[in-house]
């Protein structure tokens, strides 16, 4: 019995649903375009949309960087330790010149300090390293601030927009019903979407550019011990 009366509430539900109504349907989920839903977000979009342009150039660039600092000639060191050996320290210098990477500048001041006591000499190629870091780190600030200030921002658009939705609700009157406030609901939490897309990427790429300079910090401090090691060589 109660599924009969299920049946038969369904069918005229069904049958309630006019053509008129099915082509309002159609034509709502038309014009909820991406493009549209950007423009509903009103003027915290902008601030988002920079966010997003200076992130993206940060991260193409510092990955540029970064794959230029990582490039490793692998005869390098043994160049350097031939030339060391046979007293060539110009010929040395001149070889770190041209390679001009962090690593080959680490080396260069070591070389610079050979005849000083080796405290001194690390302490001239950890300070290099440093430098070298810092100018690898450039910009990664700003993804920083943008993935934790991105979603922030978002949150701030919705709560104004919620504003404004019940603030139109309120100015409707005896008139006002549900459309009024879902359709100011829904255009206010496109600013939080917005919001987190941006600081869901400047994480990502904050993050891979982290991983990115850790391995090249790796990198340099294995060639820093391996510098070291060839000035207690014999000669």
Not at 29 to 36: F, G, M
Not at 158 to 165: D, F, I, P, Q, Y
Request: charged share 15%; hydrophobic share 50%.
């Amino acid at each position: 019995m109660l599924q009969e009366q299920f049946v038969d509430t369904l069918t005229s539900v069904t049958s309630s649903v006019t053509p008129a109504m099915e082509a309002q349907a159609a034509d709502l989920v038309k014009e909820l375009s991406i493009w549209e839903l950007t423009m509903r977000g009103g003027f915290i979009m902008i601030p988002l949309a920079l966010l997003s342009i200076v992130s993206i150039y940060i991260f193409v660039e510092r990955c540029i960087a970064i794959h230029r600092a990582a490039a490793d000639d692998a005869s390098f060191m043994q160049r350097i330790r031939d030339y060391i050996h046979e007293g060539e320290i110009e010929s040395a210098r001149n070889l770190c010149n041209r390679v001009d990477t962090p690593y080959s500048r680490l080396i260069l001041k070591g070389i610079s300090r050979i005849g000083r006591p080796m405290n001194d000499v690390l302490v001239a190629i950890e300070n290099t390293g440093n430098i070298e870091i810092a100018n690898l780190e450039k910009g990664l600030p700003w993804l920083a601030t943008t993935a934790a200030g991105g979603p922030m921002i978002g949150f701030l658009g919705t709560v104004v927009g919620m504003v404004n939705a019940f603030f139109n609700l309120a100015s409707a009157g005896t008139s006002a019903n549900i459309a009024v406030l879902a359709d100011g609901i829904y255009a206010a939490l496109v600013t939080t979407v917005a919001g987190l897309i941006v600081g869901i990427i400047a994480l990502f790429a904050y993050n891979y550019l982290v991983a990115r300079i850790n391995k090249v910090m790796n990198s340099l401090e294995a060639k820093t011990m391996e510098f070291m090691d060839l000035l207690n060589e014999p000669a």
